[in-house]
């Protein structure tokens, strides 16, 4: 009896999970990314996570050491090296070089197409380049942020 279940935890590893996971993306943020590149010396990251329904993303930017003060931070539509419009605007702390913020947003089935594909990138305006101080494409992580598979692992034992 044992050896079946574990056979069949066995099968269910090997079998792609159809239920929709929280899915994460991130991106390095950097002058040379910005279209054109720039001279800036700032950094930064970016992690966006769209939950499970495809109903909502949270995301998280830290950036450090602009060259000018932060005026505006969105998220852009747009393949590697083009510049896109504005798909979703954030509400950083603005006059700052250095810093933190994060937020939630709610986006449409077309708009989660769009991020799935890759085309949406994270841009920093700044005093010294208002078309954009940091850039960096969204891209998935490797890993999901949750397994699909460990419920039905634990529903064998229940």
Known sequence: ?????????VA???VPSTALSATGFSTVLSGAAEVPANASTGSGTAVVVL?????QFSYSVTYTGLVGTL???HI????VGVNGSVIFGFAPPVGTQSGNFAGVAN??????ADLLAGLYYVNIHSTTWPG???RGQLVGDATPAQRGTWG??????R
């Open 1 to 9: 009896m044992r050896s079946r279940y574990t056979l069949a935890v």
């Open 12 to 14: 269910l590893l090997l």
């Open 51 to 55: 939950n499970n329904a495809q109903t």
């Open 71 to 73: 005026t505006a931070s």
């Open 76 to 79: 852009h539509r747009a393949p």
């Open 107 to 112: 986006p449409t089935p077309a708009q989660v």
């Open 132 to 134: 954009g101080e940091l």
């Open 152 to 157: 039905r692992i634990k529903s064998f034992y």
